[in-house]
């Protein structure tokens, strides 16, 4: 099955730093990666995915890269904020025809300090 | 509100106890999942369902069961639960058939002692 790996576990940043954090995966059929932010108590929560049709996918100060070659993806978060202490997940899926499985990474925690 | 409900929303659970954890959503998504959070694990996939009448294993299945009689909802069983099923679980759903981003629960944190 898929194996997704996540570096780093835990990252500090000051406050208008970028912040990058970077997934492998293991089965060259994935072609969906999805990234989730996870506040405090609170539930998962989709913030950006990229296809493996697509190389680079960008929403504000959320960027996503994927080199399928080399099996990686990665989140960049430019210009931080304290709101964007969280928990980071990426994860990894073969979708197509009947399976939607998420494999997921072991996470990300980030701190932005102000 | 459109969304996906679960219930409880925490419980301590005595060792060897039955305990259902109920799961459901209104959105009319075709498939849905159960994971377990664990500190330094991640999310790790215990059942899914990528269609009401279907069920399949996920990477940590042993001491959980699932049924999806229906497409709403989506409970999961511990049969017999013992202390290393201590976990927040989360549910999830995906609409499926080529939209596959998840919508998950608030998550019920279960405590077996």
């Known amino acids: 099955g898929e194996n997704v790996e996540q570096h780093p576990s835990t990252l500090s940043v000051q406050e208008g730093d970028s912040a990058v954090i970077k997934c492998t995966y293991s089965?060259?059929?994935?072609?969906?990666f999805p990234w989730y932010k996870q506040e405090l108590g609170k539930r998962p929560q989709l913030i950006i995915d990229?296809?493996?049709?697509?190389g680079e996918k960008k929403d504000q100060r959320i960027a996503v890269t994927l080199n399928k070659t080399a099996k990686h993806f990665s989140l960049h978060i430019t210009e931080t904020q304290p709101e964007d202490s969280a928990v980071y997940f990426c994860?990894?899926?073969?979708?197509?025809?009947?399976?939607?499985?998420?494999?997921f990474g072991k996470g990300t925690l980030l701190t932005v300090n102000p | 509100i459109a969304g996906i409900t679960q219930a409880p929303t925490s419980q301590i659970l005595a060792a060897g106890r039955r305990m259902t954890l109920r799961c459901t959503q209104d959105?009319?998504?075709?498939?849905m999942y159960w994971y377990r959070q664990d500190l330094g694990l991640g999310l790790r996939l215990i059942h899914y369902?990528?269609?009401?009448?279907?069920?399949g294993k996920g990477e940590v299945p042993d001491g959980y069961s699932v049924s999806r009689a229906n497409t709403d909802d989506f409970p999961l069983t511990l049969a017999s639960a013992v202390p290393s099923q201590t976990s927040v679980y989360f549910c999830?759903?995906?609409?499926?058939?080529?939209?596959?981003?998840?919508?998950f629960g608030s998550g019920t944190r279960l405590t077996v002692v």
């Open positions: 089965d060259s059929a994935s072609n969906y």
């Open positions: 999830a759903s995906s609409p499926g058939q080529g939209s596959y981003g998840y919508t």
């Open positions: 369902s990528n269609t009401a009448g279907t069920t």
């Open positions: 959105m009319r998504h075709n498939a």
């Open positions: 994860a990894a899926s073969m979708s197509g025809g009947s399976n939607y499985k998420l494999t």
């Open positions: 990229i296809r493996s049709n697509v």
